[in-house]
Structure formats: C-alpha cells, structure tokens
C-alpha cells in the first residue's frame, strides 16, 4: 500500500529522499497537486494529480511528467530545478481545471502509445506483438484521426482490406486490437464508446487439432535440413537474404524440438542461455513467458546442435534469431509464412502446418511415451493447480528441473529415431 508524506519545497529535501521498501508519494508544500513518487528501486517520478468530470462521472488522474519533471533535462546539467518541475504540474492542472483533461490523448495513434505504454506493457507478455500488428494494418489507416471520431465503417474498411492482403484470421485480430484498445479506454474514462464494438469478425476460426504424423514429422525436418543453395549465375537467393532465411529454419526446428511458444522461442536472446556443458539451459524471464513466470528449459543434445549453428549465424545480434531488417528478432509471422511456403512446395504438400502444431505434437508424442499430464505441464510452462496458487515473485522456476530433464530426453530419443540424427541447414553457394 502506498504511503503518502509532505516534503518542504526545497531542492536538498528532495535530492534527499531515500528509497524505501514500498511505494511512497510526497506533495510539495505549496504546489497543489505536484507528487514526487519513490519507487522501492529508488526510481523518482513526478506527477500531476487532478480529477475530471463531474459528480458519479468525476475520476482522479496521475498524469505522469517524468523523472525530472520537465523535457529538456538534458540540457540542464546541474541537477533538479523545482521552478522547472513545478511549471508542467502547474499547466496540466489549471487546464483540468477548465475541463480539458491534459493527458487526454487527440489522435487514436496518440490513444494507441498510451494503452501501450500504461495497460499493455504492464499486463500483456505479447504487448510487442500488438505494436507491430497495429504498425502493419492499424496506423496508416487510423493512426491520425482523432480518435472520437472513428466511425464503424473505418473500422470495417480496416477489417476488410486485412482480410484481403493477409487473411482471416489476421483480420480477426487486428479488429480484436482495435476492441481491446477501445474498450479499456472506455472503462478508464477516456472515450465515451468503442464504434467497433460487436463489429462482425470474417475470419472463421476453429479449435486446431492438428498433430502430424511420424511421416510428417521426419518429411518437414529433412526439408528444414537441406541446403539453401544459392545460385548466383540464376539469380536465386540474395547473399542478403541468407541470415533472416537460416534463422527461420533454426527457429522452425526448436520449436519441435522444445515444445515451447512460437513467440517465446523467435525472442530468445542470448543473455537468456547458459550452455555449460553437461547442464545447458534457456531461462524464459516473466516478462516474456505467456503466463508472467519465468521458465527454465532444458538443454540437451539435438537442440544445442540447432542452437550454436544458430548462433554462429546470428553474429554480434543479442538475439539468437535475428530479423535482418530491424534490430530485434525475427517476426512471428515470417516463421509461420515461411513454414506454409516450405510445406507447400513439398511433394506431396503438407497441408495446414502452423508453428504450434509443432508444440501440440510434443505434447501427444510425450503422452503417448508415458510423461505424466503434470511433468508435461511443467515443460509447456502450464499453471497447473499447484503453481496457481503462488505468485510469480516467490515461484521457483526450477522447482521442476528433473521432470522437465526426463521428458525433453523422451521426446528427444523419440524425434531421433523419427529423423534419423539430422545435422544443421547449410549453405551452398554456386558462383557463375
């Protein structure tokens, strides 16, 4: 609980304050509504404090001004200046005053950074994924127009064109981000309605089922195994395109080899790693897991094979599948585009393969190798009953490390045999 005290207006009494073991707020003796916030990490943050609205309508809001108060900091080199945090706190709350809520957002992009940066990344371990799909369809379409008056028919415009250039599904969740943007700023008094709201989703989603089949299985290895040749003198793959190209397909073989999400595989940096010999493991930290606990999974044989041919790939990157376009990892839907584009020039094809049929495979082959539901939970990084019960602040992740040891071990003897032992995707080059 937050504890809340009065400071003197004074430069040494705030340089003072100490971090403590809570949350604690100051108000500034004879600024109205300025606090200065001191988070247990001993971070200080500013804020304005001011309600909006009227009677049952009327809600208090922290409008956040920085760590000092004021944006050009950079330029003053001598540390807090009050006047200049004391300035911001004073225009923000005479203009709330006049009914004009200054942290209101205008355009829906404006909308969109704060749900982000105030609801997403704090609550949603799949936050990034939202961006880039609001960068993809939503910002271009909606991103500058004021967000009040977004009409239905835009949203549905959006909806459609989607459907048109990437599919149902991806329409159906790009109209879901919209909604849960929407809505949250509905609830938190920010938008008055969402126009999209019960907006008809075109996509017709099932429940997948899809577990392939040891022929399957041994097929999409041995085609993520072959070489990618490069033929210059025909103009086949661009030198360019070669690290993104192999990423893909380390990626790909992880993701059967561990079981693990999609989106928790293509981000794992290499921070997260320690190949010791004989006892590797990846640790998947909170803020990346699906279910905010952090996760270790074991390393053996097969995928540490995948992974140091991955790495030598990657180069310098701090991720061991690098994008070859941005900065980060590669995007989750170019793993499963290029999956399709393999499985589709396979003859016979392989029909309907996404990344996640991969993890539900592992599971059933698990299952049927006699790996208990709750062992298989523990490598999936499920919360069972047990782990419901604790928060993610005092869970062991390796509580569960020999459960987890034996069943990969399982799993990987059995992909073995399914595969015969397999080597790494390498490069041919053929110059004219």
């Not at 001993?42 to 304005?48: D, E, T």
């Not at 089922?209 to 195994?225: F, G, M, N, Q, Y």
Request: contains cysteine; positive net charge.
């Amino acid at each position: 609980m937050e504890t809340t005290r009065v400071l003197p207006k004074r430069v040494k009494a705030v340089e003072a304050v100490k971090a403590e073991g809570k949350r604690v707020s100051y108000s500034i003796q004879g600024e109205k509504g300025l606090r200065l916030v001191v988070h247990p990490s001993g971070r200080k943050v500013w804020f304005a404090v001011y309600q909006v609205g009227r009677g049952k309508s009327r809600v208090r809001r922290w409008h956040e001004l920085g760590e000092h108060g004021y944006a050009d900091y950079d330029e003053v080199k001598k540390g807090i200046d009050l006047e200049l945090v004391c300035r911001p706190a004073r225009i923000a709350i005479a203009a709330a005053e006049k009914g004009v809520d200054p942290a209101a957002a205008k355009t829906f992009d404006e909308l969109f950074q704060t749900w982000i940066d105030e609801h997403a990344k704090k609550k949603l371990a799949t936050w990034e994924q939202d961006q880039e799909r609001y960068r993809r369809h939503l910002k271009d379409a909606l991103g500058e127009m004021e967000f009040a008056r977004i009409e239905r028919k835009d949203v549905r415009e959006v909806r459609d064109e989607v459907l048109e250039g990437s599919g149902p599904i991806e329409s159906n969740r790009v109209v879901s981000l919209f909604n849960r943007v929407m809505n949250w700023a509905v609830d938190d008094d920010r938008a008055k309605f969402n126009p999209a709201a019960r907006l008809k989703k075109v996509g017709e989603e099932k429940r997948r089922e899809r577990v392939l089949s040891l022929v399957e299985i041994s097929r999409i290895w041995a085609e993520l195994d072959k070489p990618i040749v490069v033929d210059h003198a025909k103009g086949g793959i661009n030198e360019a395109d070669l690290p993104g190209h192999s990423a893909v397909r380390h990626a790909l073989k992880l993701l059967m080899i561990l079981g693990q999400r999609r989106a928790e595989v293509i981000g794992m940096a290499k921070s997260e790693l320690d190949l010791t010999e004989g006892d590797a493991w990846w640790t998947i930290p909170a803020e990346r897991a699906k279910n905010r606990l952090p996760h270790r999974v074991p390393l053996s044989g097969l995928a540490l094979e995948v992974l140091r041919d991955a790495m030598v790939c990657s180069g310098d990157s701090p991720f061991v599948f690098p994008s070859r376009r941005t900065d980060g990892p590669i995007r989750p839907d170019a793993v499963t585009k290029q999956l399709q584009r393999m499985c589709g020039r396979m003859k016979p094809k392989v029909e309907g393969v996404g990344p996640h049929d991969f993890r539900r495979t592992a599971g059933v082959a698990m299952r049927k190798l006699g790996v208990s539901v709750e062992d298989r939970g523990f490598v999936f990084n499920h919360i069972s009953g047990a782990k419901a019960k604790v928060t993610s602040w005092n869970y062991d992740p390796g509580e569960h490390d020999d459960e987890k040891v034996a069943a990969l071990e399982k799993w990987e003897r059995e992909l073995r045999r399914i595969i015969g032992t397999g080597g790494s995707a390498k490069v041919v080059q053929l110059r004219a």
